[in-house]
């Protein structure tokens, strides 16, 4: 097979790890590459990752490691790369890093930013123009941040990037970012006509230090000679405008179309559902696609892998001691604590927010509880409770989105946590959907690869995403015997939090419940 200039290289900088994969047109994975790194969490409520250290010095080793044996810069046709996002990094006239790049949701630094734009503009007209409330998702008062605690660095800054796209500039040397992640940059973004907005913008940042505008499936740009020499890329090859991590893992399982969502099992719960219009509501976040002419409706639930690892952590050491001495995976010994408790925990309910929740309660203050606690309850019984807890987040964000006229016809569940077969079932019970497990689960780093291919126009067409690239393993279908029973338990679930929602923000202050 003549491979030279039609390869694919795909690359995904993670929150902890990074990974970079080269693929034949078809979508066949040639060679893999990952790298773990470490996220810096400098004071409460604040995370950070080095630039030039992690997005790019991870980009290069990547490029060095995939292409300096069988295959070679001369192989590779085009090149995308997604990374976690939205992030808030500021660069000097060179494209320079001036401060560690701000992470996405998990960094909340710039709560009382949210709260003077919110009393200056009112929340209904950023809402009105961006489709998004603001959260700690959003870049635009992490700026403002910036400009109040760091005003050098803030007058220094030439161009405000988040991570894929600042990565995309030192590989071509252009400032463009995809709509996707600019619309994050709440409020600086006009959902309906994907462009930068001024309307709230004096007070934050010119509209003129943000980057250019292009779908992720464009190109932006070729790599540079500079580029080349350090990753081993031909000059000129292609590169796309990159995108957020999860919407590139979105189309590496082949969610590209109205009606299909993505369910990703990582140390949050991220949903992505696509639409073809928007219809805003304040407890979701409404985004452009890094596919044209579509929308994603995404939500986040704060802590899933986050609570299971905990639960491993602190309260399941006979489980990791075991497995420790037999090589085997603390998770299914767990797991099989929990297939051995009957749905519904006998009466035991969890609220699993460990670490505040994102959608849609939008309350960084809240809390996680055991409710129904008895002398007969288990380790087993705790663990099924908190997989159920996270089903009834889960069916949550489903029903809003129900409102919303955006109720998926197909639910794609990815990541780590989409091999714990127990937690699958149990959120296709609690929530009432089937979930498609795909054949390959390489992640978004192979949902970039196949963008190179759509932009340069390797690949022919989005139809190759779904008769090539992706096939599907097996459905997991709820199970209508024990609907009647989570319905009970579901509507306690919401009637907990409500009312004790009070006396658990008195409490917060005590236990800041910082994400680790």
């Not at 809240?366 to 089903?391: D, K, N, S």
């Amino acid at each position: 097979m003549a491979i030279r200039g039609t390869l694919l290289l795909g690359i995904d900088i993670g929150t902890s790890s990074s990974k970079g994969v080269l693929c034949t047109p078809g979508g066949e994975v040639l060679a893999e590459s990952v790298i773990e790194h470490e996220t810096r969490f400098p004071a409460p409520g604040r995370a950070e990752h080095d630039a030039e250290t992690i997005w790019w010095g991870e980009t290069v080793g990547h490029c060095n490691r995939l292409l300096s044996g069988r295959y070679s810069g001369t192989d590779v046709g085009a090149v995308a790369v997604s990374a976690i996002g939205p992030c808030m990094l500021p660069v000097d006239e060179g494209g320079r890093p001036l401060r560690p790049g701000v992470l996405y949701g998990i960094d909340s630094r710039a709560g009382a930013e949210i709260a003077w734009l919110e009393e200056t503009f009112g929340r209904g007209p950023m809402f009105a123009l961006n489709g998004m409330a603001l959260t700690s998702q959003a870049v635009g008062p992490k700026i403002l941040w910036l400009r109040r605690h760091e005003p050098e660095v803030f007058a220094g800054t030439a161009k405000i990037h988040s991570a894929s796209s600042w990565i995309v500039h030192r590989l071509t040397g252009e400032h463009v970012i995809d709509r996707h992640s600019a619309s994050y940059f709440a409020p600086l973004f006009d959902i309906r006509r994907l462009a930068w907005d001024d309307t709230f913008a004096d007070p934050i940042i010119g509209i003129d230090r943000l980057p250019r505008l292009l779908d992720a499936s464009e190109i932006a740009g070729t790599v540079t000679d500079t580029a080349a020499r350090e990753t081993g890329l031909r000059p000129g090859t292609p590169v796309t405008a990159g995108t957020i991590d999860a919407a590139a893992e979105a189309i590496s399982v082949g969610v590209a179309e109205p009606g299909e969502m993505m369910a990703m099992y990582g140390s949050t719960l991220f949903l992505i559902d696509l639409v073809a219009r928007p219809t805003p509501d304040e407890r979701m976040w409404t985004a452009a696609y890094c596919l044209p002419n579509r929308h994603a409706i995404t939500g986040s639930l704060t802590t899933a892998g986050l609570l299971t690892r905990w639960f491993r952590d602190e309260l399941g050491e006979p489980e990791r001691t075991l497995a420790e001495r037999a090589g085997t995976n603390p998770y299914e010994a767990l797991a099989d604590l929990a297939a051995n408790v009957p749905a519904g925990s006998e009466g035991l309910i969890c609220l699993p927010y460990f670490a505040g929740e994102r959608t849609p309660l939008d309350d960084p203050d809240a809390r996680g509880i055991f409710a129904g606690l008895a002398l007969q309850h288990t380790r087993g019984h705790l663990y099924r409770a908190a997989l159920e807890g996270i089903g009834f987040g889960f069916r949550q964000n489903l029903e809003v989105m129900a409102g919303m006229n955006a109720s998926p016809d197909r639910v794609v569940a990815v990541g780590g946590g989409a091999r714990n077969e127990l937690w699958l079932q149990i959120m296709s019970n609690v929530a009432g959907v089937p979930q498609e497990l795909p054949e390959r689960t390489t992640g978004a780093a192979y949902g970039d690869a196949f963008l190179a291919g759509l932009a340069s126009g390797i690949v022919p067409s989005l139809e190759a995403l779904r008769s090539d690239w992706v096939r599907v393993a097996r459905t997991i279908e709820p199970d209508p015997a024990v609907k009647p029973l989570y319905d009970d338990h579901y509507a306690i679930f919401r009637r907990l939090y409500t009312r004790t929602r009070d006396d658990i923000h008195r409490l917060a202050p005590q236990n800041p419940g910082h994400l680790p």
